[in-house]
């Protein structure tokens, strides 16, 4: 039982409760309230019915030291979430006249550059300023203000919906003294991360159970990425020892699988690698379409290593842009380890790159045979100094496939890479 203080949060917003977006902002604040020694012990996606936030904002404050709340501080009729905290805290709403002018400023310079009149936006700008009576602002977002407020022995933070924004106001709730003073009874726990490769979910959950399983001030969990089994260990002040043990004996039967101790994902872990041995890398991508170069990309810096991609989709493309022989297509097909090896030789000589990944597959749902079936996947890295090959058949639909060909070609790289320095040692 955590003695950690106790936070829900409360997203809201239609949209996704239909599926038309992904929630950023619950994870986020999981994240960042864990780091910060609160335990996040339910996250709530409702939509922007009346009833349903009510619900989680009444359970929410009935139950948590802190609710955090996101979205729906907008100036539409949908927008309820100011209202409805105001209800479900017992107080009243009252117009801020410093908001009204702050958000009136901000609204009549919409209003111009729209060539429309103010009186048009004046409604909402008086909504938008009409808080819970005692909160506090936390400044805008936009034309949202971020609210803190206490209600009883809960403090609630709303926050807008849109996550730069969000993240923004983040900061400063934890700044005021209602926060501070949840922030003040929480322990910070240690988080170790554990990261894998080419090794089953199960295989790592039968280690664990067999290193003696979570408990005693160490709570783990495993969670399956795109075949990188991720372990985050949640590490109470006092049982860093029972860490420690727990680790030692988890990682040794898994060891040729473990690629990473922290949280930096595997296109950052490629890009150092890279750097290391001073190392330009390119990519030559067919059915993942560039998604292996977005990954690289990601990472701020990357263009100190990565050099460039080619998407070759056609064949013909293939073969001039990326100088696959036709004689190699024609014999052994786009989807096949030849053509693959000359897809990565060819994004070197054409990128001028030191090392390249190539992937060619069928991601589906059509195009495969009972010799080539949907899934099956060929990828080739190649440096100066040696090169890796792998063809895997995966499972799932077209966005699983891709995504899975997209982290096998960095781990690829990186298994290239790290033989490539263990051999010059």
Known sequence: MTARPRAFIVVTGSELVRGDRRDLNGPFLAGELLRLGVEPARISIVGDREEELSEALAEALGAADLCVVSGGLGPTHDDRTVELVARAAGVALQLDEELHEQIGAVSRGFAARLGRPYVD??????????????????????????????????????????????????????????????????????????????????????????????????????????????????????????????????????????????????EELVLDLCRSRGLTLGTAESCTGGMVAERLTSVPDSSDAFVGAIVAYADDVKARELGVPPEVLERHGAVSAETAAAMAGGARARLGADLAVAVTGIAGPGGGSDEKPVGLVFLHAEGPEGSRSADFVFPGDRSSVRRRATVTALHLLRRLLQQTRDESA
């Open 121 to 266: 936006f004046e409604a909402g700008v008086r909504k938008q300023a009409t808080i819970p009576e005692g909160a506090l602002s936390l400044g805008l977002a936009g034309t949202a203000p971020g609210l803190v407020l206490e209600r009883g022995d809960t403090v609630v933070v709303v926050l807008p919906g849109p996550p730069a924004e969000l993240q923004r106001l983040w900061g400063k709730a934890r700044e005021t003294e209602p926060v501070r003073r949840v922030l003040a009874r929480a322990q910070p726990p240690e988080l170790r991360r554990l990261r894998f490769f080419g090794t089953s979910e199960s295989a790592v959950a039968k280690a664990l159970a067999a290193a003696g399983g979570d408990g005693d001030g160490v709570e783990a969990t495993i969670c399956a990425r795109d075949f990188e089994i991720h372990v985050d260990l949640v590490v109470e002040p006092g049982a860093e020892g029972r860490a420690d043990e727990l680790t030692r004996r988890l990682v040794a039967p898994l060891e040729s699988h473990l690629f990473s101790r922290d949280e930096r994902p595997i």
